[in-house]
């Protein structure tokens, strides 16, 4: 018997493809690239789809992701949720540059079993072995596979497969952008056939939402050294429901920055996270001012392994959800699992 939700017809699996703009969408035009295609103007512009997947597709917007937050997704799982019953698998093609916080946004708010798989492109379709058509046909091909069933929810690029927890846009043009060190790719396609070396042993990052929840304004903010705190000038308005501060290294910053992010954090949750890609923060190294221990006895929450787009997400999500102080900082603590 066929899986809940795997819609099984001449051996093909139901598809849904959901395009939401970003350079996959985009020609180079007379003026430079803008988004213009909807998902059915995509899919005609293919060689030809998968014989795995039925593919079916929604035009849900024509956005550049610079445009799209977190909330954003929110109306993208609900679509999901309605369609888990009729198709086996869903791909959603949207811009790259936000791509990192609103996949795993996605992945936060969506608990569901079969594949959602996200998608764009590095190039515009104007350009010389431009990149969308060959991603978005092995992400269908993702979609459409049982083994991507359970893995949450999932970003295809360069014949890669990637869990949305792990993985980072790192380079700006590169058609390898997307990586997720130091675990890597979940797996990989070769001839149209995914192949899944291993499953993330880290629990999932879970916050329940409907779509008609609000997501009240979280900023971040990337300090540097000898930062005198004019940075965090902004933040002391009422309407800055928390703040995540993309911090030096592994949790520091300057002296001048220590009774600033004090005061925030008497009122909002502030978040530190690290402005370097890659590599969890310290919690219990450094007890200098302005270093982690300092930081956390001042009530500021460790961000453990996420970035600090994601952790922004996250920490959005969480205040949607009426979440309490210590029930976010709980969230944070377990999200950096062992
Ligand atoms: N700025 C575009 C976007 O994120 C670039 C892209 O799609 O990669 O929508």
């Known amino acids: 018997m066929p899986a809940r939700g795997v819609v099984l017809s001449m051996g093909a699996v139901r598809v849904l493809v959901l395009a939401m703009g970003g350079t996959i969408s985009m020609d180079q035009g007379s003026e430079g690239a ?20 039925d593919v079916h597709v929604e035009t849900m917007g024509r ?9 954003a997704m929110l109306g993208v799982a609900e679509r999901i949720r309605r369609a888990r019953d009729s198709y086996g698998g869903v791909v959603v093609t ?17 608990d569901v079993e ?27 091909c993702v979609a459409a596979s049982p083994a991507a069933r359970g893995l949450g929810v999932l970003v295809v690029f360069n014949q890669e497969i990637h869990a949305a927890r792990f ?85 520091h910053v300057s002296r001048a920055l220590v009774e600033p992010l004090t005061r925030l954090a008497q009122r909002i949750p502030v978040v530190y996270a690290s402005r370097i890609p890659f590599g969890d923060l310290f919690t219990d ?11 956390l006895s001042r009530g500021l929450i460790c961000s453990g392994a996420l970035g600090g787009p994601k952790a922004r997400a996250l920490l959005a999500l969480l205040l949607a959800s009426g979440a309490t102080r210590e029930q976010i900082a709980r969230v944070f603590a377990d999200s950096r699992g062992g």
């Open 63 to 71: 956005a550049s992701s610079e445009n799209l937050d977190v909330g």
């Open 285 to 295: 190294t450094y007890a200098y001012p302005g270093a982690e221990i300092d930081l």
């Open 167 to 251: 993985v980072q846009k790192a380079h700006t043009f590169a058609l390898d952008a997307f990586r997720s060190d130091p675990c890597g790719p979940l797996g990989w396609i070769v001839e149209e056939r995914p192949r899944i070396a291993h499953r993330a042993a880290a629990p999932p990052i879970r916050v329940a939402l409907d779509a008609g929840a609000s997501v009240p304004y979280v900023a971040l903010a990337t300090t540097f050294g000898g930062d005198d705190g004019r940075t965090l000038g902004g933040f002391e308005r009422e309407d800055v429901a928390g703040l995540v501060i993309q911090t030096l290294g592994s949790g």
């Open 114 to 140: 079969l594949p959602v798989v996200l998608t764009g492109a590095l190039r515009n379709s104007s350009v010389p072995s431009a990149d969308g058509p060959a991603n978005v046909l092995d992400a269908i």
């Open 94 to 110: 949207i811009g790259t540059d936000a791509l990192e916080e609103l996949a795993f946004a996605l992945d936060v708010v969506l």
């Open 34 to 53: 803008a988004p213009r295609f909807g998902g059915e103007e995509l899919l005609a512009s293919l060689p030809g789809l998968p014989p795995s997947a």
